[in-house]
């Protein structure tokens, strides 16, 4: 067996010395370089005051974004930095006038429900909101989205990952037929950027969402915006604010003139502290590539399904690698309880209705963790079903 040189990234994660992690799903581990970024943020607020504005503050959105762009193929300067994906998919519905006949918004059945929350809310707008269902809920054939995009749709909204059952759709057969039909196509990135290879501009994608807290290791409080370079002279979100202006310091009031670039899709005030504490796990994965981490998921998962089959436990995850992102969800019953007594015993894990416990390893977890992951878990069922 070859060693595995991602093990080397262990040291710089604190919480691997004692916890059996396998949730980087849903809260990626924080690197140890995020202590020194947070410690350099205070210095800097403590020692340069409000010069710090002109001296990087108030281009972190976009500067930080470029860290980002390099993760999902986007440009330099292309990527917007906002509080989170809720903030981001508000800004892209907000560019789209919804009383037209071009006014359905197609959504996937798997979509997350805030993004969902979103979407209808523009029903008042006048919005006709189609939401194509996944029969199973795990998964939702690629046709099925493209058959129902017509000359109707104004803008398709897919999940590259499904959060729930960590399905991959096909993102470029979805752009096609959408441009083919005059639509524009967000994807939200949340579940793979940093753990599957995306190209946005290979995938000649329009927008695309995503955040920090899982994949990327970079904590709560930064979401990324991706939009599609030559739409920006287009589109004037309606969410908007004074840092999207041209000249935010004429203090112009009125209605907004946009800048010329990404900084027209930013709002009011950044929060810099969570830029400070996003960067260190971005610039972890930029320095493994995320090749390198998919080759070892797709291993990883693929010895968690293995384990799960010898166990009993039905796996709820697709099996075919193009088709399964970083989880495997496993149905095990009383997956609740199973999950709490897991973490009192150090390994975390977490649950979901109507999907099952969620295991995912990331580019830190050894092979030994799966084996005590499902060691556990198998003890832990046995106990309750004793
Ligand atoms: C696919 C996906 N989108 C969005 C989110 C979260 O959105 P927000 O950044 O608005 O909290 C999650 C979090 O679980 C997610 O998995």
Known sequence: MPTDSLLAWRPEFPILAHTNYMISHSLGA??????????AFADTWATRGIRAWEEGWWEMPITVGDLIASIIGAGQGEVAMHQNVSICQWIVTSCFDWRGPRNKLLTDGLNFPSNDYIHHGLARQGARIVSVPSEDGMTLPTEQIVD???EETQLVSVSHVAFRSSYVQDLAAIVQRAHAMGALVVADLYQSAGCLPVDVRALNLDFATGGSVKWLCGGPGAGFLYVRRDLWPKLQPAATGWQAHHEPFAFAGGPIEFADDAMRFLNGTPGIPSL???RGG???INEI?????????????ARLMALADEAGFPVRTCRDDQFRGGVVILDVPDGKQVTQELARRQVLV???PRAGIRLAPHFYTTDDELEHAMHELRAIHATVHA
């Not at 370089?33 to 410690?39: G, K, V, Y």
């Open 289 to 301: 590539g995320v090749p390198a981490i998919r080759a070892k998921s797709l291993r990883q998962t």
């Open 350 to 352: 977490d649950y979901r």
């Open 282 to 284: 971005y610039e972890i």
């Open 148 to 150: 129902a995009i017509d």
């Open 30 to 39: 924080m690197p140890r370089r995020t202590a020194d970024s947070l410690q």
């Open 276 to 278: 400070y504490a996003a």
